[in-house]
């Protein structure tokens, strides 16, 4: 009878432990906030209540998101949700609210990725996970969309940990833009931003010599690789060169350097990222590298572009039309002299709804 109750003692932990995840809880661990000293970081550790994330599940998707967004702003304290429009005469104007629940990260149970906020053009990236039968906050990055409203995309990329990502804005004003992809994994409960892909980039005019415009397409691979595959479209022309040009006039019709070809990003493990895999027989000088694709977006870095697209250059300076030879060789004389070229100095003039206007600068050095 002894030997009987000692082996019941034993089971007891097993039999009552067991259902822990489901029915019972384990007590909330300590809530860790963002270090807003760091600007590459957004991973935190909020516990959120079960009930608030069963409202998001069967939220009916009307435009009455106050609530849910004002109760959240309460359990991220002392953080808060930047509000650009908060004096807007439309009480409601912008608001953003639209929840994914989709099993994220191959374990077991669904992940909540988000993007909400008070205006839709400052909205905020938030994922969410249950962990030992308690929900936690576990990211929350501010970002700029200014002219879209961005939607959140899953992935099904060949992995357990499937890729969530978006579309952003990093620059515009007039004769300016630049837009791209960031793309992030859920990885033992940390979010990991892993790429970051230009979309549409161009430039026109803003003194500088050399003008470009690029556009990208991509897909994930659907074979036995977690890869995606990457397209480019670009084309490096000159800005204000002509007599009579305007400070916004391009040239895009005399393009110096153009093509259109594509890449292959794969899956890091260690480092967690995609990285740029360029193949041995990708050598020619139309194939991409990586000094050439950091030229693309980088405004103004006419040493890095160059160096990267010499080969290019080189058959212009030979082959190109008069015009283009011209063009060519006024421009590589700058750059070898002052290293950058420079068509004009400009000044903003002024700014209208987030768009930036500018113009000549005609002011006279002391």
């Known amino acids: ?26 007590k909330p661990e300590k809530n860790i906030y963002r270090d807003t000293s760091r ?44 509000n650009p429009h908060a004096q807007h005469v439309d009480e409601g104007y912008g608001r953003v609210f639209n929840p994914i629940f989709a099993n994220l990260d ?11 906020g008070w205006d839709i053009t400052s909205p905020y990236l938030c994922v969410f996970k249950q962990i030992n039968g308690n929900w936690y906050l576990l990211y929350l990055e501010d970002i700029d969309t200014f002219y879209s409203s961005p939607s959140l995309s899953i992935a099904d990329n060949f992995s357990k940990n499937k890729v969530f990502y978006f579309k952003r804005v990093y620059e515009h004003g007039s004769g300016i833009f630049k837009d791209g992809y960031t793309f992030y994994k859920l990885i033992n409960n940390k979010v990991y ?13 803003w003194g500088l010599y050399m003008n470009q415009a690029v556009t990208t397409s991509f897909e ?23 007599d009579g040009d305007c400070a916004w006039c391009a040239n895009p019709d005399i393009p ?29 000088p139309d194939d991409l590298n990586a000094k050439k694709i950091a030229c693309f977006g980088d405004f103004g870095n006419d040493t ?63």
Not at 4 to 24: E, K, S, V, Y
Request: net charge positive; with cysteine.
């Open 1 to 26: 009878m002894r030997r009987f109750f000692a082996i019941i003692l034993l089971l007891f932990p097993l039999f009552f432990g067991c259902g822990r995840h489901d029915n019972n809880p384990a």
């Open 39 to 82: 600007h590459d970081d957004y991973n935190v550790r909020i516990a959120i209540p079960t009930a608030w994330i069963e409202k998001v599940r069967h939220f009916d998707y009307t435009r009455n998101i106050k609530p849910l967004l004002t109760q959240f702003e309460g359990f991220i304290k002392p953080d808060s949700l930047v």
């Open 106 to 116: 191959g374990e077991p149970g669904d992940e909540m990725i988000c993007l909400l």
């Open 193 to 205: 931003k892993c790429l970051n892909l230009l979309n549409d980039v161009h430039i026109y005019g």
């Open 220 to 242: 994930f691979s659907g074979d036995e690789s977690d890869r995606l595959d990457l397209n480019y479209v670009y084309s490096f022309f000159p800005g204000a060169v002509k």
């Open 256 to 284: 110096l350097v153009k093509g259109d070809a594509g890449v292959g990003y794969i899956w890091d493990n260690k480092q967690h990222i995609y990285k740029l895999e360029i193949l041995s027989w990708q050598n020619t």
């Open 304 to 366: 890095l572009f160059v160096d990267a697209f010499h080969d290019q250059l080189t058959l212009i300076a030979k082959e190109g039309t008069p015009q283009q030879k011209a063009i060519l060789k006024k421009y590589l004389a700058l750059v070898k002299k002052n290293k950058v070229a420079t068509t004009q100095k400009l000044k903003v003039t002024t700014q209208i709804g987030g768009t930036t206007f500018y113009g000549p600068d005609t002011a006279k050095n002391k």
